[in-house]
Nanobody, 116 residues
Framework: QVQFVESGGGLVQPGGSLRLSCAAS????????MGWYRQAPGKQRELVAS???????NYADSVKGRCTISRDNAKNTVYLQMNSLKPEDTAVYYC??????????WGQGTRVTVAS
């Protein structure tokens, strides 16, 4: 079972940027779509961005225009560039299969806090 390890989170002021990384323990070449999810305090985990193996991307309305997802199959890594961050982006961010999250593959996530 592939495992994901997320990194790159931190404390950032509103309007700032972060680049999140997700390293997979195995090849992600065969995973059709990879996704970034987030879970804010008291809320359910939601999909914020996904990218197919062909590079087609999809974004939640809440992050559209501010975030860019990318994947490097050779490095088994997925990235999420986040710009113009808002306090409502505060959450723990995870990566997983973007179509059918693999329950045993969830990592610890990386915490993003947007505050002044």
């Amino acid at each position: 079972q592939v495992q994901f390890v997320e990194s790159g989170g931190g404390l950032v002021q509103p309007g700032g940027s972060l680049r999140l990384s997700c390293a997979a323990s195995k090849s992600i070449f065969s995973i059709y779509a990879m996704g970034w999810y987030r879970q804010a305090p008291g809320k359910q985990r939601e999909l914020v961005a996904s990218i197919t193996s062909a590079g087609l991307t999809n974004y939640a309305d809440s992050v559209k225009g501010r975030c860019t997802i990318s994947r490097d199959n050779a490095k088994n890594t997925v990235y999420l560039q986040m710009n113009s961050l808002k306090p409502e982006d505060t959450a723990v961010y995870y990566c997983n299969d973007g179509l059918q999250p693999r329950q045993q593959s969830w990592g610890q996530g990386t915490r993003v806090t947007v505050a002044s």
